[in-house]
């Protein structure tokens, strides 16, 4: 079936002779649909020991610099017990233990390293309250096992405490311990989230067990700072029902319903968070995408949300947003994530963000964030095929699509691709039939953003396309305007296919990590052009290839 698919969209390609036909798309600046909400500006990973590493360190600064606007951090086992010392899908910071005579021993030493990098970078945390120290845990051996965790095996840090009057404290004395820091003004501006994914393996326990967990952990955060954004569940995707549905549906229920177990009053509840993923197989020889899985997630969680009378209008924070569930599955060793190292991953984000933010707007939900649970791996081989954002200081193309789009602001506007696939099909059969060459744009004081992509879920070769741009709606008095291409493909903004050309060096030379390191950055295409528009209306002709994503920024003066 999948080849016929795949003869199929080659068949219209010949037919049509420009990969799709010629695409036409329109963008009307005059045309203001709503604000442009930077929901790409999330970032998370497994390892939070990395966070101090030169490269990690390094990769925060790069975060931060991709956007004007602010970054926020999510990461695992910022509480869990062990030396700081940070493994595949584990950290550790050793900030709980007890003396022999079982009273509360807080060691601030790791955490503070972590945080303060945070700081240093101007990023913001988003504070992800677990796991479990080992000697809270009701259950502590064994603690740790190295990935790849054999199934079946329960870990000491994934059970409910043994005593949660001392996991309130844990808590409220590490948010006290953050505004002593960093003060209140700042910790104020932090999320802070309870736990991970507590309805699969990271969580050993009932559905009440989380939600009592819950009460104490944000009265914990409220003792400390009283106005502190607290939230959760961060269940995995959840599908139109079971385990995931059935947990955030239940959650929701007890914080709108109950009375706190720590305080007996309301329950906080500030944002909403749950994640979702996509798949990923490898069919004849190729990767093939698996979209609307992810975009399934999060169709039946905007669904659960909007069904809540008290919490539907509360901000709701994707904090695992990705094509697939396991950043540390190797490509080597899972081939099906082939995706990792080149254009594909950046076009399917491109895609992601739009359809998320029009999947947001026509279910009236308030769509904060898509975290991206990706960063970086130290002492890996170069281009290894893990789900990050650079390998070795080496940017990864993925990095270049959120600074095209940190290029985006102001307000989104009216565009219109004549080759775009409609979100609806998207849900129902994915990017299969015909490539999706789509548009998003945005325009503020004399300045547009244009984003094209061209897309298909199957990573096989396809034509590239002929897509005829027209702007109108610049501002009449600009006789002048700047356009600057920005691409992301094959040979632009690709560190990767820079990387393969040189022979794959596992060790490269002085002068070839300096070229990586260019190769890596977001790429103008050509020259920077001026137009004079008439009638306040320029046309373009852009050659777009398949898995490729250009970014049209054309700035002018008003007056």
Same mark, same amino acid.
């Given at each position: 079936?999948?080849?016929?698919?795949?003869?199929?969209?080659?068949?219209?390609?010949?037919?049509?002779?420009?990969?799709?036909?010629?695409?036409?798309?329109?963008?009307?600046?005059?045309?203001?649909?709503?604000?442009?909400?930077?929901?790409?500006?999330?970032?998370?990973?497994?390892?939070?020991?990395?966070?101090?590493?030169?490269?990690?360190?390094?990769?925060?600064?790069?975060?931060?610099?991709?956007?004007?606007?602010?970054?926020?951090?999510?990461?695992?086992?910022?509480?869990?017990?062990?030396?700081?010392?940070?493994?595949?899908?584990?950290?550790?910071?050793?900030?709980?233990?007890?003396?022999?005579?079982?009273?509360?021993?807080?060691?601030?030493?790791?955490?503070?390293?972590?945080?303060?990098?945070?700081?240093?970078?101007?990023?913001?945390?988003?504070?992800?309250?677990?796991?479990?120290?080992?000697?809270?845990?009701?259950?502590?051996?064994?603690?740790?096992?190295?990935?790849?965790?054999?199934?079946?095996?329960?870990?000491?840090?994934?059970?409910?405490?043994?005593?949660?009057?001392?996991?309130?404290?844990?808590?409220?004395?590490?948010?006290?311990?953050?505004?002593?820091?960093?003060?209140?003004?700042?910790?104020?501006?932090?999320?802070?989230?309870?736990?991970?994914?507590?309805?699969?393996?990271?969580?050993?326990?009932?559905?009440?067990?989380?939600?009592?967990?819950?009460?104490?952990?944000?009265?914990?955060?409220?003792?400390?700072?009283?106005?502190?954004?607290?939230?959760?569940?961060?269940?995995?995707?959840?599908?139109?029902?079971?385990?995931?549905?059935?947990?955030?549906?239940?959650?929701?229920?007890?914080?709108?319903?109950?009375?706190?177990?720590?305080?007996?009053?309301?329950?906080?509840?500030?944002?909403?968070?749950?994640?979702?993923?996509?798949?990923?197989?490898?069919?004849? +020889?190729?990767? *093939?995408?698996?979209?609307?899985?992810? $975009?399934?997630?999060?169709?039946? !969680?905007? /669904?659960? =949300?909007?069904?809540?009378?008290?919490?539907?209008?509360?901000?709701?924070?994707?904090?695992?947003?990705?094509?697939?569930?396991?950043?540390?599955?190797?490509?080597?060793?899972?081939?099906?994530?082939?995706?990792?190292?080149?254009?594909?991953?950046?076009?399917?984000?491109?895609?992601?963000?739009?359809?998320?933010?029009?999947?947001?707007?026509?279910?009236?939900?308030?769509?904060?964030?898509?975290?991206?649970?990706?960063?970086?791996?130290?002492?890996?081989?170069?281009?290894?095929?893990?789900?990050?954002?650079?390998?070795?200081?080496?940017?990864?193309?993925?990095?270049?699509?959120?600074?095209?789009?940190?290029?985006?602001?102001?307000?989104?506007?009216?565009?219109?691709?004549?080759?775009?696939?409609?979100?609806?099909?998207?849900?129902?059969? +994915?990017?299969? *039939?015909?490539?999706?060459?789509?548009? $998003?744009?945005?325009?503020?004081? !004399?300045? /547009?953003? =244009?984003?094209?992509?061209?897309?298909?879920?199957?990573?096989?070769?396809?034509?590239?396309?002929?897509?005829?741009?027209?702007?109108?709606?610049?501002?009449?008095?600009?006789?002048?305007?700047?356009?600057?291409?920005?691409?992301?493909?094959?040979?632009?903004?690709?560190?990767?296919?820079?990387?393969?050309?040189?022979?794959?060096?596992?060790?490269?030379?002085?002068?070839?990590?300096?070229?990586?390191?260019?190769?890596?950055?977001?790429?103008?295409?050509?020259?920077?052009?001026?137009?004079?528009?008439?009638?306040?209306?320029?046309?373009?002709?852009?050659?777009?290839?398949?898995?490729?994503?250009?970014?049209?920024?054309?700035?002018?003066?008003?007056?």
């Amino acid at each position: 079936m999948t080849r016929k698919i795949i003869f199929l969209c080659t068949l219209l390609v010949a037919i049509h002779g420009f990969g799709q036909s010629d695409v036409a798309v329109n963008v009307d600046l005059r045309q203001k649909l709503a604000p442009f909400t930077p929901i790409y500006r999330w970032f998370g990973y497994d390892e939070s020991n990395y966070t101090t590493t030169q490269n990690g360190q390094a990769l925060l600064g790069q975060l931060r610099d991709l956007s004007p606007v602010q970054v926020y951090i999510r990461a695992h086992f910022l509480l869990a017990s062990g030396d700081g010392k940070p493994e595949l899908k584990w950290s550790s910071s050793n900030v709980y233990t007890e003396d022999a005579s079982g009273r509360p021993v807080y060691d601030w030493k790791i955490l503070d390293g972590i945080f303060d990098a945070y700081a240093a970078a101007h990023v913001r945390p988003m504070v992800e309250l677990g796991f479990m120290p080992k000697a809270l845990s009701s259950r502590p051996d064994p603690y740790h096992v190295p990935w790849p965790v054999k199934p079946g095996v329960e870990e000491g840090w994934s059970f409910p405490p043994k005593d949660y009057t001392r996991w309130q404290e844990l808590i409220h004395q590490f948010a006290e311990h953050m505004v002593k820091r960093y003060g209140v003004d700042a910790v104020s501006t932090w999320y802070w989230e309870v736990w991970n994914e507590p309805n699969i393996f990271y969580w050993h326990g009932t559905q009440q067990q989380y939600d009592k967990l819950y009460d104490y952990a944000v009265a914990g955060v409220r003792q400390a700072i009283p106005n502190a954004r607290v939230g959760g569940p961060a269940t995995t995707g959840p599908g139109p029902s079971g385990n995931a549905a059935d947990f955030l549906k239940a959650f929701l229920d007890h914080c709108a319903n109950d009375k706190s177990a720590a305080t007996g009053g309301t329950i906080p509840l500030d944002f909403i968070s749950f994640h979702i993923k996509g798949t990923t197989k490898v069919v004849n +020889g190729h990767v *093939q995408m698996g979209l609307q899985h992810e $975009l399934e997630n999060a169709q039946n !969680g905007f /669904a659960i =949300v909007r069904r809540s009378a008290k919490f539907q209008g509360l901000p709701i924070i994707l904090s695992e947003a990705d094509p697939e569930g396991c950043a540390a599955c190797v490509a080597s060793r899972y081939p099906q994530n082939a995706y990792r190292n080149g254009s594909l991953y950046p076009t399917y984000t491109a895609v992601v963000m739009k359809s998320l933010m029009q999947m947001a707007a026509r279910d009236h939900v308030n769509l904060l964030g898509m975290l991206t649970w990706a960063f970086e791996f130290e002492d890996q081989p170069y281009f290894e095929g893990f789900r990050a954002l650079a390998t070795h200081g080496i940017d990864k193309p993925e990095l270049n699509f959120f600074r095209m789009a940190g290029l985006m602001s102001g307000n989104v506007v009216a565009a219109n691709s004549s080759g775009a696939v409609k979100v609806d099909q998207i849900l129902t059969s +994915g990017v299969r *039939q015909q490539p999706d060459i789509d548009t $998003l744009a945005t325009s503020t004081h !004399g300045i /547009a953003a =244009v984003m094209l992509w061209n897309y298909c879920d199957e990573n096989a070769p396809g034509l590239a396309t002929d897509v005829h741009v027209n702007i109108q709606g610049i501002n009449p008095s600009a006789h002048r305007v700047l356009v600057q291409q920005y691409r992301i493909d094959d040979e632009h903004s690709n560190a990767y296919t820079a990387w393969l050309h040189m022979g794959s060096p596992q060790k490269p030379t002085p002068e070839q990590y300096t070229k990586l390191q260019a190769a890596g950055q977001l790429a103008l295409f050509g020259s920077p052009q001026w137009m004079t528009p008439i009638h306040g209306q320029i046309k373009m002709q852009i050659h777009l290839p398949r898995q490729s994503i250009s970014l049209l920024r054309i700035t002018w003066t008003e007056q």
